[in-house]
């Protein structure tokens, strides 16, 4: 992968635009400081996420709850921080078990072709008809709203359009003239996976996974929304819009307004380093 | 076989076949392109044949079905004395030690993730020729001397992207070389080089057959780069051979009249010459419809004189006429 | 393919562990009455049989009746379905002409501030959670400014004679104008809601494509003819950008049909994607079924819509 490192270190320093570096560099911020918030949640949460107080309920933010507090008077903040452990854990086991069934099939699929692929292919375009909400809905329902029940649902959501694109790629890998070389050399069909196909795909599977990644936060989210996601007292950003919704009448906008920014903000830090990797990754490939 | 001879095909045939859909499965007929129609030719050990024809002659194909890199429809070819249409995907891989290929197109034809070592000592690692890193290194070396790339070491570490077109092509050239091959095809190596590059790889190739005994099966469209390269010639149209020989006759005389016009076709640097171009009626037809009889027929200047009805019913044969092979009814002293 | 699909739908349903009828009964329920149920439904016969069953019934545009209400899975359908396309056409709408909008301007003005300043919000509008942009309009508009409603399609109050069941077409069709406006005064924010997510995926397909078109030689040649700089966009090249957009939004479709489930369900929307929730969460085998049935054929037949348009634009295509 030396390439990769060298010829992505000129990219950037020579064709991105000083924007796009002052964005980047923001979203890696934003990204590192949702992650150390996750990791570090014991020791950053002013308060209990989970102290219910009712007297001190719908307290607008002030000095002491920084964020407020919701309907049963535990605050936002603490809540939102312990939030971001839930949704990335989640989310980063949705985007393993995604990652190796996408890649695996997906390679194997685009790589191999022939019946097994015309199978496949048919297969997942027949799930990719539906919403990604709606298969991962019915998922965590039946199956229970616990952390790998959730974090399966929202896999098996994200599968056929990561399957889609990772055949895809691996489709024109293969059309490469290095690659009939390749074969030409004598290499074995595995040989010439690993030393071709492989290093080929994998920059823009990076990227596809990063992307990925920040759809699962999202979906994380929305099933929290809708209901199936892990049950209270946990907090998790969707459950806790979802309870906010039911009290918009209070006018308590601190309760809507800042789990769903730490939603935005996740997921836009993932998704905006993924497209840059993307940028970064593609250039090269289209440099003669 | 004889041992003169380093390949050797015979009725070489590639067909594809064209999918219609539901329609295939109703009406039974299948339609082919018949990419490579049943051609036969030999190499001579040491010798650099020719195969000359515009794009849609299925000289692409024939290389590749050549090589089995992808399996003929018919006939058989003997590579180094073994028929490698009937051999085993284990004795199919050692024939890759003898049959090497470079491509046209040196900027994708090797790895852009690999160093120009990894590339070069690729096959040695596939075949596990080597012990050690430090013979594999040796023979590395020794290939990127051979085409030229010196100082060796400094290009072993860099990456294809680092280097030109010509750079490059060594380097495939190399590639093809370390295992010692006997015959390499060439699929026209330098149709995507510059121009004032081209005469360098040219003129390298001539070196390496000199200096190995190498085959070389070249291909290309370029009538003036097969005449400065190729002892023999081999005209192809349409999937078949129309007139194969010594390059000197075949340029020089042309029987066939594709020949003929591919030939009047070339630029002469003299601008004294009489330019006597002849020129084609209508364009290459489709692998999917080829014309009854004689392929060449409807666009022939002499059946449009003649109007020979041989040449609209029966295929020619290739046959020996004047120290050549021409497939063609009216070619001969006659005309 | 539709008939992969819902193939794939009985297998999901059938293969999702819990059974439907305990579901109903609740855990209380003695065997028999289990059982009874079962055979209610048509539970207890071989896998096969229920698969053949389900396709004689589909030809006959059977879907099964609902376990929630009992009433025929087809009509609750019938009924939501108007609703959710009246949403889904009024939100592409919005969208799309924003997204135009946006886009062409982007592209007119690339590597500008402009152009980074678009693509930055339609990123962050695609990180947003459909859901929250909905709350956030309703209590923005509908709580603090008290302007619009925050629920429903139409105000409580209001009797309409269903005709098409499509709402807003009903209000005129009765005659009824008051009960027009109040409509669309319900349908403005969520409308607002799928438009402003649709508008941020459009845009970026508008802006890449337009920017592909712009460095096609006719464009040069357009310029070159002295056409002012609007009519060479909007004529020439918007015209053949538009038609890769086209395919691309058609293939979005099925992310729109989440967008409205979602967005259904924070405005209390009596659509088909309330509807699908509803169900889900009452473990109503049949109407989830047919509920995910309907969804390929709108599918469908929206693919077909986009490939005859495409026929009809593009005057390359031949049929």
Partial sequence: ?288 | ?335 | MFFIVVTAVFIVMRAMPGDPAVAILGEAATPQLVELLRQKLGLDKPLLVQYLDMWSHLFQGNLGASLRTLSPVTTEVSHKLPTTIELAIGGVLIGATIGILAGVEAAKKRETSVDYTTRLFTTLVHSTPIFWMGLLFQLLFGIELGLLPVSGNIGSAITLHPITRFVLLDALLNGNVYAFIDALRHYALPWLTIGLWFSAASSRLVRVNLVEALTQDYVTTARAKGLRENVVLYKHALRNALLPVLTLMGLQFTSLLGGAVVTETVFAFPGVGSLLWVSILNRDYPMIEGIMIVFTLVVAFSLLIIDLVYALIDPRVEY
């Fill in chain 2, 1 to 335: 076989m004889d041992q003169r001879t380093v390949v050797k095909t015979i009725g070489l045939k590639k067909w594809f076949s064209i999918r219609r859909g539901f329609s295939e499965l109703f009406l039974g007929d299948k339609i082919y392109a018949r990419a490579v129609d049943g051609i036969s030719f030999e190499i001579a050990r040491g010798e650099i044949f020719g195969l000359v024809g515009e794009s849609g002659s299925g000289k692409t194909t024939a290389v590749r079905a050549m090589l089995m890199l992808t399996r003929p429809t018919d006939g058989t070819i003997f590579i180094d004395g073994k028929d490698v249409t009937r051999l085993d995907k284990k004795e199919l891989r050692n024939i890759r030690r003898i049959a090497q290929i470079i491509f046209q197109d040196p900027y994708d034809s090797i790895n852009p993730n690999r160093t120009i070592s990894q590339i070069v000592s690729e096959p040695l690692r596939v075949h596990r020729l080597c012990r050690g890193k430090r013979e594999i290194d040796n023979r590395v070396r020794k290939a990127l001397s051979s085409v030229d790339l010196e100082p060796p070491e400094e290009f072993m570490k860099r990456y294809p992207h680092e280097l030109s077109g010509g750079q490059r092509q060594r380097v495939a050239i190399a590639r093809a070389l370390v295992l010692e091959p006997q015959v390499v095809v060439a699929d026209e190596p330098v149709s995507m080089l510059d121009v004032s590059i081209r005469a360098e790889i040219l003129d390298l190739m001539k070196k390496l057959r000199r200096d190995t005994g190498l085959s070389i099966l070249f291909i290309t469209h370029d009538l003036a780069i097969a005449m400065y390269m190729c002892d023999r010639l081999a005209v192809m149209y349409l999937g078949k051979i129309v007139e194969m020989g010594a390059t000197d006759l075949v340029v020089l005389r042309p029987l066939h009249p594709y020949t003929r016009a591919l030939i009047s076709a070339v630029p002469v640097p003299d601008p004294n010459h009489k330019r006597t171009e002849v020129e084609l009626p209508g364009e290459i037809p489709s692998s999917l419809r080829i014309p009854a009889g004689c392929r060449f027929h409807p666009r022939c200047p002499l059946y449009q004189k003649r109007r020979n009805a041989t040449c609209a019913e029966t295929e020619p044969e290739l046959k020996e006429l004047q120290g050549r092979y021409v497939a063609c009814h009216l070619a001969g002293p006659k005309e």
């Fill in chain 1, 1 to 288: 992968m030396g390439v990769s490192i060298r010829s992505i270190i000129d990219v950037w320093r020579y064709e991105l635009d000083p924007r796009q570096k002052a964005m980047t560099g923001f979203a890696a911020a934003v990204v590192l400081a949702m992650i150390t918030m996750a990791v570090a949640a014991p020791y950053i949460t002013p308060k209990d996420p989970i102290f219910t107080n009712i007297d001190l309920r719908f307290r607008p933010p002030c000095k002491e709850y920084i964020l407020g507090t919701d309907h049963l008077g535990r605050d936002v903040l603490s809540r939102i921080i312990y939030g971001a452990r839930v949704s990335f854990t989640a989310a980063a086991l949705a985007i393993s078990i995604t990652t190796l069934i996408g890649i695996v099939l997906g390679l194997t699929s685009g790589y191999i072709g022939g019946a097994l692929d015309r199978l496949l292919a048919l297969a997942m375009d027949s799930l990719y008809v539906f919403p990604r909400v709606v298969i991962a809905m019915l998922i965590a329902f039946v199956l229970g709203p616990q952390m790998h029940t959730i974090a399966l649902a929202v896999a098996l959501s994200t599968v056929p359009s990561f399957f889609r694109v990772t055949r895809s790629i691996t489709l024109s890998a293969k059309e490469r003239t290095f690659v009939e070389a390749a074969r030409a050399i004598g290499g074995s069909r595995f040989h010439v996976l690993r030393e071709c196909i492989v290093p080929q795909v994998a920059p823009s599977l990076m990227a596809l996974a990063a992307v990925t990644f920040s759809d699962s936060i999202l979906v994380v989210a929305t099933l929290g929304f809708l209901g199936v996601g892990i049950p209270p007292p946990t907090p998790e950003w969707g459950t806790d819009l979802s309870v906010a919704r039911e009290f918009l009448a209070t006018g308590a906008w601190w309760n809507i307004v800042f789990p769903g920014l730490a939603i935005i903000f996740g997921t836009w830090g993932f998704l905006t380093l993924g497209e840059i990797t993307n940028d970064l990754v593609n250039p090269r490939l289209r440099k003669r």
